[in-house]
């Protein structure tokens, strides 16, 4: 049985810091569905259309990635395309605090779907989307948290 994780997240937008987690985690898995929630309650800087068409350009290149999207519950997604684990990251304290009560739902809600989590590098650990997000909005320049694709980005 193939081991498969789902990365869920917003990816409003995609940060170097989600790349270097999915990198690190490539090892892990066979193959790793980066898909995007959708939470129609919540506001996003950029549309679905544009958070989709970078994740597929900044993992073009990488055969064990795909892209997804799903609406509901992540853990329900995951049993749906037979994903056993779902893979997060950890950035600090509050990132623990937050992602360990949604863990351990997940493994109820999700009939065994584990949470496989990896503590960011350093060097990665102050970068959030909602940080590039100000930047972008104040008019500033957030390349050095994107990937190449979104070098462009401005709004
Ligand atoms: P959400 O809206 O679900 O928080 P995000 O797109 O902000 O989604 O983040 C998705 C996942 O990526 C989360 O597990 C988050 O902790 C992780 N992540 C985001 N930025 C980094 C980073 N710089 N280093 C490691 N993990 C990160």
Known sequence: MA??????????????GHVELVQRALPL??????????????????????RLHWLREV???????????FEGLTAHYANQIGARYLLRGLRNASDFDYEKTISQLNTIVGDGVETIFL???PSYSHISS?????????????????????????L
């Open 29 to 50: 898995f066979d193959r790793i569905v980066v898909a995007i929630g959708i939470n129609s309650q919540k506001k996003y800087l950029f549309s679905l259309d544009e």
């Open 3 to 16: 081991n498969i994780a789902v990365f869920p997240g917003s990816f409003d937008p995609i940060t170097v």
């Open 119 to 121: 503590i960011s590098q």
């Open 130 to 154: 909602t940080i590039v997000r100000e930047i972008i909005k104040g008019g500033g320049d957030a390349s050095p948290f994107l990937p190449e694709a979104l070098h462009e980005v401005k």
């Open 59 to 69: 993992f073009k290149d990488e055969p064990k990635v795909e892209v997804g999207q």
